[in-house]
């Protein structure tokens, strides 16, 4: 088979939405070097992987299913959480549309949770409508891994319980004003209100990250006017 052309592979689309470790590792490069040795005629994947031909999910189900099962580590490797990914196909009123829905299987705390992405449409799952073949399957890979870990990232944040913030602040004209805050819950007292005549306050929030806690901080101390 002769090598397609393919552009720059050097920043995958991996990476989660935040700083938490990716469950799924991929790596672009030795996927097309799989499916060159081999694989892309074992599944199919010539010039009619494309786009246009609504063939993607078709085919890259059979390739993330043995990706899946650990057949080739140093292409796809998932760490705990992560059980098992998935790929349903999708159809509309004219039978199958060429989409799909991904889902992720996770084991936490011996309980086991089934996330699923939204639906993906046939075209979702390259950057470039013309991409096709090996091109089209390294970059479909890719997409699947990203959405799988952005997943495994949100259900991260929803199971940490938020941090306590302490928000301190001033009154201008009614209007609640932050101007700090400090990590964890502290009791605040005195403090020189001489040059803001509205007063100073302060209170406690239960917040994932500071901004967050500035704004509840505000919403409660409006309501301290009503």
Do not use: C, K
């Amino acid at each position: 088979m002769t090598e397609p052309r393919h552009h720059d592979e050097a920043a995958p689309r991996t990476a989660p939405a935040s700083n938490g470790d990716p469950v799924i590792v991929y790596n672009p490069a030795a996927a097309r070097q799989w499916l060159l040795d081999g694989a892309a005629d074992e599944h199919g994947i010539d010039e009619s992987f494309t786009t246009s031909e609504l063939s993607i999910v078709a085919r890259l189900e059979d390739l993330l299913t043995e990706l899946d099962y650990g057949a080739v580590a140093e292409v796809w490797t998932t760490h705990p959480p992560l059980t098992g990914v998935l790929l349903w196909r999708t159809a509309d009123g004219d039978g199958v549309d060429g989409g799909a829905v991904i889902t992720a299987d996770f084991t936490i705390n011996g309980q086991p949770i089934r996330l699923a992405a939204r639906h993906q449409g046939f075209e979702d799952f390259t950057q470039r409508s013309d991409a096709s073949g090996i091109d089209a399957a390294v970059e479909a890979l890719g997409h699947v891994a990203h959405l799988v870990n952005t997943e495994a990232d949100l259900l991260r944040r929803a199971l940490t319980p938020p941090d306590v913030y302490t928000v301190i602040g001033v009154w201008r004209d009614d209007e609640p004003i932050p101007v700090g805050v400090i990590a964890g819950d502290h009791e605040v007292t005195d403090g020189d209100d001489s040059e803001f005549e509205n007063g100073l306050w302060a209170t406690s929030m239960s917040a994932p990250d500071t901004a967050t806690a500035q704004r509840f901080a505000i919403d409660e101390m409006r309501t301290t006017l009503l």
